[in-house]
């Protein structure tokens, strides 16, 4: 989430964090949703992990409507992994 500190700008921040039954579903959730670059890097970073179940989103922007637009795509997005693999069952491990 490289964004570069300029002096006398401030940032805004959001976390957001998504808990789900399993670890593998918080991977493939994590994997679904990554290939999506942001496409005003230097305004704005977004970075996603997994911490056991838990999907973790972390933003950080200059402009507070870019950073608005894009937690509200990565929201749609989110809903249709998490309804796709609702609708499908569990993963099944390898």
């Not at 972390?58 to 693999?85: A, G, K, P």
């Amino acid at each position: 989430m490289p964004l570069t500190q300029r002096p006398g700008i401030r940032h805004h921040r959001f976390t957001l964090t998504v808990p789900f039954p399993t670890s593998l579903e918080a991977e493939i959730a994590c994997g679904s949703l990554a290939p999506d670059a942001e496409p005003h890097r230097g305004l704005l970073g977004k970075e996603l992990k997994v911490s056991g179940c838990v999907l973790e989103a972390h933003w950080i922007s200059e402009d507070s409507r870019l950073l608005r637009i894009s937690i509200m795509n990565f929201l749609d997005q989110l809903s249709l992994v998490v309804n796709t693999i609702q609708r499908f069952g569990p993963p099944v491990s390898r």
